[in-house]
């Protein structure tokens, strides 16, 4: 069912997509190599190492490893806008397989989004301190795990009865 399609890159400069990762290290060079996949990817590691410097905890390991990220996604940019022109000169494509958009199943039940709506609601008022953080976990973490398995057990028995 995947199609494969024939992407022909124009050439990258490798200095462009090497200032680019210098200057914007969260995934632009691998933007500007046409590598949204990984670009994605670097934005969420770039994120993370740089939340967990504010914690305090974990140095130095911590910023020598962003540090090394920081690197490692600069020369990615610059080898991957060299390995672009490289097959652009000898007349290589890339292919790249096309993925279909699955469909959504319809499970006829609005059970979980109701939980889902119900449990960002909780941690709403749990934030804005209009409920504790002790009620939540104490009373309604339980009695949520009860809803849930009265849920599970009324579908079993429904869906036994319409088998019969």
């Known amino acids: ?96 397989e096309v993925e279909e958009i699955p469909e959504f199943v319809k499970t006829g039940s609005i059970f979980w989004g109701i939980v889902l709506i119900a449990l960002g609601v909780v941690l709403i008022f749990a934030n804005f301190e209009l409920m504790s953080y002790d009620t939540v976990f104490e009373f309604l973490i339980p009695f949520s795990v009860l809803v849930v398995g009265v849920k599970l057990v009324v579908d079993h028995y429904t869906k036994s009865r319409e088998e019969e």
């Open 1 to 96: 069912m995947e199609e494969k399609v024939v992407v022909i890159r124009p050439p990258k400069s490798p200095f462009l997509a090497g200032v680019l990762a210098f200057f914007f290290p969260f995934g632009a060079g691998q933007l500007y190599n046409m590598q949204y996949r990984k670009a994605l990817v670097f934005f969420f590691i770039f994120a993370g190492l740089v939340t967990m410097q504010t914690t305090g905890g974990g140095q130095p390991f911590l910023g020598l490893t962003l540090a090394g990220f920081l690197l490692y996604q600069l020369f990615d940019a610059v080898q991957t806008a060299k390995s672009i022109n490289r097959k652009a000169l000898q007349g290589e494509e890339d292919i790249v």
